[in-house]
């Protein structure tokens, strides 16, 4: 997406359809992931950590949904960046420092962990997508 949307942008040719197509890709295989850590979770946990680690299903599907908008906050990043905005530098800046300060004052548990990436991540999305224009 990069190197395409950089190369539009600089022979002032039309680039958003590049990264509508590359964020819808993003979210249709993040989404479909999310799906199978929701719908299966206990398989999963088994098949990459091993039975040992069963205690901790609960956390899949919401760490994955962290992870899926992540991927989805990385592709608007490198939107950005191909487009020679870098404002948006300040606010992943803010947001580390908020996932940051939240997981040094709250890391009594891996919930409150993957609870804190998700709350931070979703905020992070929807603050990329409204400062978008």
Do not use: D
Request: aromatic share 16%; charged share 10%.
């Amino acid at each position: 997406m990069f190197p395409k949307i950089a190369e539009a942008y600089s022979k002032n040719e039309p680039y958003t359809h590049i990264f509508k197509k590359s964020l819808l890709l993003v979210t249709v295989l993040a989404s479909i992931a999310t799906l199978v850590y929701w719908l299966v979770p206990e398989l999963i946990v088994n098949m990459l950590f091993g039975e040992a680690y069963l205690s901790i299903v609960y956390l899949i599907a919401p760490f994955g949904l962290a992870m899926s908008l992540f991927s989805i906050a990385f592709v608007v990043a490198n939107y950005y960046l191909s487009t020679n905005r870098i404002k948006f530098i300040y606010i992943l800046v803010a947001f580390l420092i908020i996932e940051v300060a939240a997981i040094w004052i709250f890391h009594e548990t891996l919930e409150q962990i993957v609870n804190i990436l998700l709350g931070t991540m979703i905020c992070l999305v929807a603050t990329l997508f409204l400062v978008r224009k």
